[in-house]
């Protein structure tokens, strides 16, 4: 079975500052997605970002971009100008390739956008 | 287009109790997933449906059930309910049955057991 491990429960960050999330992940899969969700105070679940394994190139989403180290199995989250609006609860998630969109959650990081 | 519902979005049972929660997904969306977080265990995977099967299970025991119908909405069961099943239940929407498409949460289910 796939583990997903965040640190840092909780972080602060001023607004308009870059505040960075960790993850791991063990897996003996070569093919597979990686993914940070974001669950504001609304428990509306959001997808932020999305990283397949195979692609070397880390994927970037406006202010939201990732650093994925395949070997160190390592996938960090770097909010850039953070905004009030990004106050959330951060979650990384492991699929399988062809997984039948079994997601695998971490315990999730809490961010607080302070003004 | 409209997003993931699900209703009820709170409900209150007693132990011993059963209860069905409903998932409608994204129109045309085919995959229905479901998920249980609570604060100690956080996202837990529950199942998976695809053209009304059930894909994949995850380590919940025989009391957690689902199914999905025709026009793709899902519903979940719980038997015999449990203090410990107090949680808020997510269900998940995606177009096809593959890992590269998106899945689209719906708002959840708080279901708490007394």
């Known amino acids: 079975a796939q583990t997903v491990t965040q640190s840092q429960p909780e972080m602060s960050v001023q607004e308009a500052e870059t505040v960075t999330l960790s993850c791991t992940y063990d897996t003996s899969e070569n093919n597979y997605y990686l993914f940070w969700y974001k669950q504001p105070p609304s428990r509306q679940m959001i997808l932020v970002i999305r990283q397949e394994a195979y692609k070397q190139q880390n994927a970037t989403e406006n202010r939201f971009s990732v650093n994925f180290q395949k070997a160190a199995k390592s996938f960090s989250l770097k909010i850039s100008d953070s905004q009030l609006g990004d106050t959330a609860m951060y979650f990384c998630a492991f699929m399988k390739h062809q997984g039948n969109n079994r997601l695998a959650f971490g315990k999730g990081n809490q961010v607080v956008v302070i003004p | 287009k409209a997003g993931v519902t699900q209703t009820p979005r709170y409900l209150i049972k007693t132990r011993g109790q059963q209860v069905t929660l409903s998932c409608s997904p994204i129109s045309g969306h085919r995959s229905v997933s479901w998920y249980q977080q609570t604060p100690g265990q956080g996202l837990q995977f529950l199942f998976e449906y695809f053209s009304e099967t059930q894909r994949n299970k995850g380590n919940f025991p025989g009391r957690f059930s689902g199914r999905q119908f025709s026009n793709s909405r899902s519903e979940m069961n719980v038997s015999t309910l449990e203090l410990g099943d107090s949680a808020l239940y997510l269900c998940?929407?995606?177009?096809?049955?593959?890992?590269?498409?998106?899945?689209?949460f719906g708002p959840g289910t708080r279901l708490t057991v007394t």
């Open positions: 998940a929407s995606s177009l096809h049955g593959q890992s590269s498409y998106e899945q689209y």
